[in-house]
């Protein structure tokens, strides 16, 4: 059972270059988000989703767009890469909105 | 006023001592709390719910206090593996969403 699943864990961008981080979850957990977590300050929420095919805006959407065709899969794609946009990004999932979330390991992205 | 406030420390603590730290939040509409612990490098791991009552698990206690706004956590006869950042998260209903807002971490040494 792996849970959540991201990839790439590491990757550099030069700044105007596009990427798509995946996640996968193998829970069968409707709502999935991408978090953002920068030093001193908490996960900052990117998109949600509530259901495949759904997706929602959080805390900071700007730059980034998501895609929910299945499930299991919830991607965050860059269009034209920032430095602002350097950080570590988390995808999680979960049963309900209000419930405890799962994790996966972090993405280290760097935009010079 | 940050929404969800967190001392970041670190607190230095002696191994086999009892800590504990506070998560205080704004938004009075605020329904639900959790409390995660984030080892270096690493993604965020659920550790407890906080319910109204007041809750334990095992060396760890949560409670919540809605007339000061603040949760709480406490953990009693520390290990060198309680070691970590501890992450509180809100969770409160919008007009139209749900806000998941999240504190920025304490950071928890404990020294033999």
């Known amino acids: 059972n792996a849970g959540v699943t991201q990839t790439p864990k590491f990757r550099v961008l030069k700044t105007g270059q596009s990427m798509t981080l995946l996640c996968a979850q193998d829970m069968n957990h409707e709502y999935m988000y991408w978090y953002r977590q920068d030093p001193g300050m908490g996960l900052r929420l990117i998109h949600y989703s509530v259901g495949e095919g759904t997706t929602a805006k959080g805390e900071v959407p700007d730059g980034y767009n998501v895609s929910r065709l299945k499930k299991q899969n919830f991607l965050l794609g860059l269009e034209s890469a920032a430095p602002s946009q350097t950080s570590v990004y988390f995808c999680?999932?979960?049963?309900?909105?209000?419930?405890?979330?799962?994790f996966g390991s972090g993405t280290r992205l760097t935009v010079v | 006023r940050k929404e969800v406030e967190q001392d970041p420390g670190p607190f230095n603590v002696p191994e086999g001592a009892t800590v504990a730290f506070n998560c205080t939040y704004s938004n009075s509409a605020s329904q639900s709390f959790f409390w995660y612990r984030q080892d270096c490098r690493k993604e965020p791991k659920l550790l407890m719910s906080v319910y109204s009552s007041g809750n334990e698990d095992g060396r760890f206690t949560a409670q919540l206090n809605r007339a000061s706004q603040y949760i709480s956590l406490l953990i009693r006869d520390s290990k060198l593996s309680d070691s970590a950042t501890y992450l509180c998260v809100v969770i409160a209903r919008g007009d139209s969403n749900y806000q998941l807002i999240w504190g920025a971490g304490t950071k928890l040494i404990i020294k033999p």
């Open positions: 999680a999932s979960s049963y309900g909105l209000t419930g405890g979330y799962t």
